[in-house]
């Protein structure tokens, strides 16, 4: 029985040689499925980031695709109301030329009507008329420092 086993064992280990074309037909079947392999993961890289590219595409344009302009569509979404007929921005816009009088006598009225009803703003137009007040000091200080020297340049010359 032992040398029945090892005969069979024997024949089994034989080396046996390949057909001729099998090894080439082989390693052919192997480079197709690499090809085949390296063609999917390149299309899911390229579907990944035909996604990513689409979703921020559409997502910045949800944000600016509308004919509204961009103080309107804050007030709506916030539901805040805008005294006077101004929002905060245009209000802001026009502060300085407000605090130096230089606006028409419709747009005062319609910043006197929204800083009445904004605090924010009427706090922002406030610190505005006390730095004007304060430049205006700066300003008067050389002016008399100079006025003082032309007094004495006087009193020289006489």
Known sequence: MNTQLTSETESESEWKACAP?????FV???KKRRKVSHMITGAEILTACLAVGLVGFFGLNSFSGSAE?????????????????LYCDEALNHAEAFVAH???AET???????????PGCQKKVDQLRINMHNNATAHI???QEESEWDAFVLTLNQ
């Open 108 to 118: 005062t009225s319609k910043m006197k009507e929204h800083l009445a009803h904004c």
């Open 102 to 104: 230089k606006l028409d």
């Open 69 to 85: 302009p961009p103080t309107e569509q804050v007030a709506k979404k916030v539901g805040k109301k805008c005294p006077g007929g």
């Open 28 to 30: 052919t079947v192997m």
């Open 141 to 143: 200080g050389p002016l």
């Open 21 to 25: 074309g099998d090894l080439e037909q």
